[in-house]
């Protein structure tokens, strides 16, 4: 079939919808994560949303819920126990080892569908179903609210935290909410490149970004267009005629993704070059 032919299938078109979703969130969410050095946080919320993600599937049978709720509590574990940033490192990684733990004993007790659980590690965007669409309507919706409402003080306290606190910023409860958006915005990407490969949605959009601007606004604006073109990019080329031998969409994800980045870390140096010249 051609490309035109997919996309009329409701699942292509769903999977279009859910896949601009992510791709504006995290693209939002990542340059904070940059700013921040919160990329092992992001790699342990997703890894530990397996375990929730399991835990939905074995009593709910939900994954997706299951995956959101587990990233809240992982986020709140994360939030209490490394509020120091000299303790972040270790209490993610104390968390991770013991959450991962969990999710292999859940995991032994799932006795379905192996499928559903290996979608959770790899994502399965093309079965993004009508109430999962919802749910990442509205998990989207409550994460832009958040970066609407967080976004001075979050940025404030992500250059400078000492000034910030000095300024009456409360900067620990800031924290701890951008933790919050961050465990939803990992359990949504999740949904389509699965767990194992959500840093190429959450984190390298935006490190591309920083490599060519210093201007949040246009680190953002960069950080959103390089998601859109790695997800909805890479969704389309897996629907295409390149795909012969039907390689998952999150591959082809994450390819763009990287692509994107290291073009990024070629031109960043030559744009830097001429913004001196000029100067």
Do not use: C
Request: proline residues 3%; charged residues 10%; positive net charge.
């Amino acid at each position: 079939m051609g490309l035109d032919v997919y996309l009329r299938l409701p699942a292509v078109q769903h999977a279009l919808i859910a896949a601009t979703l992510v791709a504006i969130i995290s693209g939002l969410i990542g340059p904070f994560v940059v700013t921040r050095r919160a990329a092992f946080a992001v790699h342990g919320v997703s890894e530990l949303s397996f375990t929730g993600a399991v835990a939905g599937l074995v009593w709910a049978n939900n994954a997706v819920l299951g995956a959101l709720l587990g990233s809240l509590v992982v986020a709140t574990g994360i939030g209490l126990l490394g509020v120091r940033e000299s303790e972040r490192d270790a209490a993610i990684g104390v968390t991770l080892a013991f959450g991962l733990g969990v999710g292999v004993f859940l995991l032994s007790r799932y006795h379905a569908s192996a499928r559903a659980a290996q979608n959770i590690l790899f994502g399965q965007i093309f079965g993004v179903s009508n109430g999962q669409l919802v749910l990442l309507l509205a998990v989207a919706g409550a994460v832009l609210l958040a970066i609407l409402v967080l976004y001075r003080p979050l940025l404030f306290a992500s250059v400078d935290p000492e000034v910030a606190e000095a300024r009456g910023v409360p900067v620990k409860l800031v924290g701890l909410v951008f933790l919050f958006v961050l465990a939803v915005t990992v359990t949504e990407a999740a949904q389509i490149v699965g767990t194992l490969l959500v840093l190429s949605l959450a984190i390298t959009p935006a490190a591309a970004a920083h490599r060519l601007s210093v201007r949040p606004a246009v680190v953002a604006g960069l950080s959103v267009l390089f998601a859109l073109l790695a997800s909805d990019g890479g969704l389309l080329v897996s629907l295409t005629g390149l795909n012969s031998t039907n390689v998952p969409a999150s591959a082809f994800i994450t390819a763009i993704s990287f692509a994107v980045y290291l073009l990024a870390r070629l031109l960043g140096p030559r744009l830097v070059r001429r913004r001196k010249v000029r100067a």
